[in-house]
């Protein structure tokens, strides 16, 4: 990084040399301490909040107790640790799922389409900012007894269904779908950081187009492969709606475990203990895999076109 | 790269195939919001059509109460996460200092945490600080969130400004606040418009934040998610058809914005290409 800092003013400024090495890092202190400030009080503080109100004594409503472990004990005796499994379980399948899914169709948009990649980017962005509720609802009455589906087989088919609703591939189809622009726009990122003269090479010297996916393609866009993985992992695991709009009340995940120690429940300490856990789990996760891969590489190099 | 024509074909119908699912369910939605019966069942006589519930939607003063509440935690959010966003920019990508790697891995952690946990961290906090949550909190909880996001964005066009403009403005006698005021914001404004779209947007459709930390007051989207689990009601298609057009037409601003942005900096830099 100093290699690339600027080059020293010329002859007249170079009394004035020492105070502006220093303004540079003064500068990036204090135009990150907006951001900082609102970390802190929005974001670290809430979290203390958290794992502080995780140790006070089941169904209180201070802070201001002596600290117990009891929570914990209660969340281990009982099943909490199923709906934690659900909870991971859904999210590594939806991972899995739009690996497979997005890869073809990053790869088309980053090394195929021309005019069509702003197109398909345009219009899947679009749905970032309808609310997920609407969008799941979609589904249901798309799926529902008598819905579009269901309708339509049996006015065409004479095909009678019952309601494709509340069961775990559902609950997976809804989360495919509200977090594939997570999983699709890192993957095009990181596959247009594959340089095509590398890929060229690969195949003029013989290989596969297996070979040149394992060994080219992939290896060279793990980054994005990563960062949208992660992306939609942490999102996931936390979602709440799918399993509720879609699932019913087939499968609880801990997300829903703890709203409902929040709202029906009224045991806030209970709750704040699942979430610290659960806190615990994701910060883990995210910090292996943020270890692994430099963003800026990512942000900051321009895509080759 | 050398491109088959069989492969643009493959992979044009495969994304066509993902867009046509991807869209179904509002094609489904649009579709439940034209039905004049109680009780949705599909298909339907296009006797049966009517555009009664948008004319309700329209005119129900509930409504109107969330939407007016979901604006005003858009707007707000949106103000305050661009102006942290651009100072904060300039230290993710414009300056070099010694914390600049930590801190652009901090600027992440709030997108990799779960939204709602989030959320419910937010409502404790708010709670032990004996505040009584209403909209304001929840732009808070948004800005949290988004501050992140617009940092990010409008980093993508901080890294691209160019340092020898604001060097040439110091040796010139700029004071720092005239540069930054004449230099930096002007090149940096195209990413802030992206920046401030993407945060209305985002705050306007956000769920699982505004559950927690709304309070009396009740987003758009929590009434939308009410009426879905419970009490089924044939306006919430509409509602929610009015809102996809909503994004659509915001969209659409966004990209003219950085269509416009992009010719600029073409017709800024003819020599480059």
Same mark, same amino acid.
């Given at each position: 990084?100093?290699?690339?800092?600027? *080059?020293?003013?010329?002859?007249?400024?170079?009394?004035?040399?020492?105070?502006?090495?220093?303004?540079?890092?003064? @500068?990036?202190?204090?135009?990150?301490?907006?951001?900082?400030?609102?970390?802190?009080?929005?974001?670290?503080?809430?979290? @203390?909040?958290?794992?502080?109100?995780?140790?006070?004594?089941?169904?209180?409503?201070? @802070?201001? *107790?002596?600290?117990?472990?009891?929570?914990?004990?209660?969340?281990?005796?009982?099943?909490?640790?199923?709906?934690?499994?659900?909870?991971?379980?859904?999210?590594?399948?939806?991972? @899995?799922? !739009?690996?497979?899914?997005?890869?073809?169709?990053?790869?088309?948009?980053?090394?195929?389409?021309?005019?069509?990649?702003?197109?398909?980017?345009?219009?899947?962005?679009?749905?970032?900012?309808?609310?997920?509720?609407?969008?799941?609802?979609?589904?249901?009455?798309?799926?529902?007894?008598?819905?579009?589906?269901?309708?339509?087989?049996?006015?065409?088919?004479?095909? *009678?269904?019952?309601?494709?609703?509340?069961?775990?591939?559902?609950?997976?189809?809804?989360?495919?779908?509200?977090?594939?622009?997570?999983?699709?726009?890192?993957?095009?990122?990181?596959?247009?950081?594959?340089?095509?003269?590398?890929?060229?090479?690969?195949?003029?010297?013989?290989?596969?187009?297996?070979?040149?996916?394992?060994?080219?393609?992939?290896? !060279?866009?793990?980054?994005?492969?990563?960062?949208?993985?992660?992306?939609?992992?942490?999102?996931?695991?936390?979602?709440?709606?799918?399993?509720?709009?879609?699932?019913?009340?087939?499968?609880?995940?801990?997300?829903?475990?703890?709203?409902?120690?929040?709202?029906?429940? *009224?045991?806030?300490?209970?709750?704040?203990?699942?979430?610290?856990?659960?806190?615990?789990?994701?910060?883990?996760?995210?910090?292996?895999?943020?270890?692994?891969?430099? !963003?800026?590489?990512? !942000?900051?190099?321009?895509?080759?076109? | 790269?050398?491109?088959?024509?069989?492969?643009?074909? &493959?992979?044009?119908? =495969?994304? &066509?195939?993902?867009?046509?699912?991807?869209?179904?369910?509002?094609?489904?939605?649009?579709?439940?919001?034209?039905?004049?019966?109680?009780?949705?069942?599909?298909? =339907?006589?296009?006797?049966?059509?009517?555009?009664?519930?948008?004319?309700?939607?329209?005119?129900?003063?509930?409504?109107?109460?969330?939407?007016?509440?979901?604006?005003?935690?858009?707007?707000?959010?949106?103000?305050?996460?661009?102006?942290?966003?651009?100072?904060?920019?300039?230290?993710?990508?414009?300056?070099?200092?010694?914390?600049?790697?930590?801190?652009?891995?901090?600027?992440?952690?709030?997108?990799?945490?779960?939204?709602?946990?989030?959320?419910?961290?937010?409502?404790?906090?708010?709670?032990?600080?004996?505040?009584?949550?209403?909209?304001?909190?929840?732009?808070?909880?948004?800005?949290?969130?988004?501050?992140?996001?617009?940092?990010?964005?409008?980093?993508?066009?901080?890294?691209?400004?160019?340092?020898?403009?604001?060097?040439?403005?110091?040796?010139? &006698?700029?004071?720092?606040?005239?540069?930054?005021?004449?230099?930096?914001?002007?090149?940096?404004?195209?990413?802030?418009?992206?920046?401030?779209?993407?945060?209305?947007?985002?705050?306007?459709?956000?769920?699982?934040?505004?559950?927690?930390?709304?309070?009396?007051?009740?987003?758009?989207?929590?009434?939308? =998610?009410?009426?879905?689990?419970?009490?089924?009601?044939?306006?919430?298609?509409?509602? &929610?058809?009015?809102?996809?057009?909503?994004?659509?037409?915001?969209?659409?601003?966004?990209?003219?914005?950085?269509?416009?942005?992009?010719?600029?900096?073409?017709?800024?830099?003819?020599?480059?290409?």
């Amino acid at each position: 990084m100093n290699a690339a800092a600027p *080059q020293p003013p010329p002859e007249p400024a170079a009394a004035k040399k020492p105070a502006r090495e220093l303004a540079p890092a003064l @500068l990036g202190l204090l135009s990150a301490s907006p951001f900082g400030l609102l970390m802190l009080f929005g974001f670290v503080a809430p979290l @203390l909040c958290v794992v502080w109100f995780g140790f006070m004594p089941p169904k209180t409503f201070s @802070l201001l *107790q002596a600290p117990t472990l009891e929570n914990y004990r209660t969340i281990f005796d009982q099943t909490y640790f199923k709906s934690i499994l659900w909870s991971l379980g859904l999210a590594g399948g939806t991972v @899995l799922v !739009l690996l497979v899914i997005c890869y073809p169709l990053a790869f088309a948009m980053a090394k195929i389409f021309r005019g069509g990649a702003a197109f398909v980017t345009y219009a899947i962005a679009t749905s970032l900012f309808v609310s997920e509720n609407i969008r799941l609802f979609g589904w249901v009455i798309g799926f529902m007894k008598k819905g579009v589906v269901g309708g339509t087989l049996a006015a065409w088919f004479d095909l *009678q269904i019952d309601s494709l609703l509340y069961n775990v591939p559902v609950i997976i189809l809804g989360m495919v779908y509200v977090y594939l622009p997570f999983m699709l726009f890192p993957l095009v990122l990181g596959l247009k950081m594959v340089p095509d003269q590398v890929r060229e090479a690969a195949f003029d010297l013989g290989a596969s187009r297996w070979q040149v996916f394992r060994r080219v393609d992939l290896p !060279l866009s793990m980054p994005g492969v990563l960062i949208g993985s992660l992306l939609v992992f942490v999102l996931s695991v936390g979602a709440i709606s799918e399993a509720k709009i879609l699932g019913g009340q087939k499968v609880v995940t801990i997300a829903a475990d703890i709203e409902s120690e929040f709202t029906y429940a *009224q045991n806030w300490p209970l709750g704040s203990a699942i979430s610290t856990l659960f806190i615990a789990l994701t910060t883990v996760v995210v910090f292996f895999a943020l270890g692994r891969f430099d !963003l800026e590489k990512l !942000l900051g190099k321009k895509p080759s076109e | 790269m050398i491109v088959t024509r069989a492969q643009k074909t &493959g992979f044009s119908l =495969y994304a &066509g195939l993902v867009l046509l699912v991807f869209y179904f369910p509002v094609f489904c939605i649009i579709v439940a919001s034209l039905s004049k019966k109680r009780f949705f069942s599909f298909p =339907y006589a296009t006797s049966d059509m009517t555009l009664k519930w948008y004319a309700d939607a329209a005119s129900s003063a509930q409504v109107h109460d969330f939407v007016g509440v979901s604006l005003r935690i858009a707007a707000a959010t949106a103000a305050a996460s661009v102006a942290i966003g651009f100072f904060s920019a300039l230290a993710y990508a414009r300056y070099r200092w010694r914390g600049r790697q930590t801190f652009q891995r901090l600027v992440l952690l709030p997108l990799f945490f779960p939204q709602s946990v989030l959320g419910l961290a937010l409502l404790m906090w708010f709670n032990f600080l004996d505040v009584t949550t209403a909209w304001w909190t929840a732009a808070i909880a948004h800005t949290v969130w988004i501050a992140p996001i617009t940092t990010l964005i409008i980093s993508i066009q901080a890294y691209g400004l160019d340092e020898s403009l604001e060097e040439a403005a110091r040796d010139m &006698g700029a004071s720092r606040w005239q540069i930054l005021r004449k230099i930096t914001f002007p090149l940096l404004l195209p990413g802030m418009i992206t920046a401030t779209c993407f945060a209305v947007l985002l705050s306007w459709g956000n769920f699982a934040l505004s559950l927690f930390t709304t309070g009396a007051d009740s987003a758009l989207p929590e009434w939308l =998610y009410a009426r879905m689990t419970s009490g089924y009601q044939p306006m919430v298609p509409a509602v &929610g058809v009015l809102n996809v057009i909503l994004a659509v037409l915001l969209v659409l601003a966004l990209f003219s914005v950085v269509h416009w942005s992009n010719r600029k900096a073409r017709a800024a830099r003819p020599a480059a290409h």
